[in-house]
């Protein structure tokens, strides 16, 4: 299970888990609960790469950033992490 500090938005963390280079769990701590889990659900068994491109560049109102936005960031490091 990888854990990513959130940053500029109401989750204080993004617990997931891969298995390879598809999303076996996600659990958002903090955050707007139905929302962050229907994202959570909606990605498990999705690959990484798919999951980035549909939620990177996500706001949330005026905040340059939102949770899905968040847990785009957080698979390209754990992918970036895996490549080396």
Avoid: W
Avoid at 3 to 21: H, M, N, P, W
Avoid at 58 to 70: E, F, L, M, N, W
């Amino acid at each position: 299970m990888q854990v990513y500090k959130t940053r500029g938005v109401c989750s204080q963390a993004i617990q997931f888990e891969l298995d390879g280079d598809t999303i076996k769990h996600v659990n958002f701590i903090g955050g707007c609960s139905g929302n962050t889990q229907g994202v959570a659900r909606l990605v498990e068994g999705m690959k990484v790469k798919d999951a980035i491109a549909k939620l990177e560049g996500i706001h949330c109102g005026p905040r340059p950033t939102s949770c899905p936005d968040q847990l785009a960031k957080a698979l390209k490091e754990a992918a970036n992490t895996s490549i080396q």
